[in-house]
């Protein structure tokens, strides 16, 4: 269970299922899924790979369904240190939980020839397949980007290209979100490594899945005073940002004109996705279940929301950082 007032951050969110994880300071095991519309979480058994046996490695997470086998299932990447303090040891170390047996499970590696930043990593889930950003070295010594794919129904990985520009640019400055039902790639251009944010950020849209060849620039979004993180796009299509202060500003690319949506939080703090309520959770099955809800302080969000409506509502505030789940 995540200790109350913990900070987390929100791995994902799928067919009425949140996936938390404590994972934003140091080695952190605690991942739950929890359904806020009946109010009951599962508290996923300690994963294998861990520092104690294993030593120093990084991370990453991903959520989704398998509709193959109605199963949700979270995949986890880890990258052991080599003898020279870095994180690139091939193939990781890849373990998949299944709800439908509460445990975790080794996956083979085979097809992993790239590593996922671990501090800045981000995964979308469309179509079956979990996605990363993603990079590898080549013969060169240049870092070449792509995304790094997960089949939930096969369990098996494979490679998508980007788009031509975004290949050799900082795989640092690059993240992944959702566009409606398409994957969409933001390029911070100005470099999010060189700074505390950057002013401009392009957004690259795949409007036909699978085909490399579909990529598109939508647009280019300037904003005066920094971008802190790009949060990604509404039910309307509006794109949302946050700036260096912490206000959550949405974007209309026609009018190129900013909105205010008037909800502040900590830097990173915000998430987005199209809320749908389930019952999944309701037998306790696939997991350490728990009953009290998930709640949220008050503090910089509007006193007058409650949390159905805020949650009947696209998800976007700063909850990101501050749920947790109460004794």
Known sequence: ML????????????????????????????????????RRSVTLPKPRVHFGPYGPYMFCLGFGFD?????????????????YGAYTVLPPEVELYSSSTGLWKDVDPKGIRCKIIEYLYSSV????????????????????????????????????????????VSPMDLSVRLCGDRISVIWYEKGRDVGEACDRCGVWVMDRYGEVESWNKKFVVVLEGGISHAVGFGRNGEFMVEKLVGDLLSYDSESKEFKDLGIHGGKDSFFVSEYSESLVLLDGSGGDTTDPPIASDSEGASSGLNERALLQKWVCSALFAKVSLCD
């Open 3 to 38: 200790q109350k007032r913990k900070s987390c951050s929100f791995v994902g969110f799928c067919n009425g299922l949140f996936c938390l994880s404590d994972d934003l300071f140091g080695y952190t095991y605690t991942i739950v899924l929890w359904n806020a519309g009946i």
């Open 125 to 168: 889930y469309v179509n079956g397949v979990i996605h990363w950003v993603s990079c590898v070295k080549n013969e060169g010594g240049g870092v070449l980007n792509g995304l790094l794919g997960f089949d939930l129904g096969d369990e098996k990985f494979r490679e998508m290209r980007l788009p031509q520009s975004l290949v050799r």
């Open 67 to 83: 509709e193959r086998n109605s199963d949700f299932k979270v995949v986890r990447i880890a990258y052991l240190q080599n003898e």
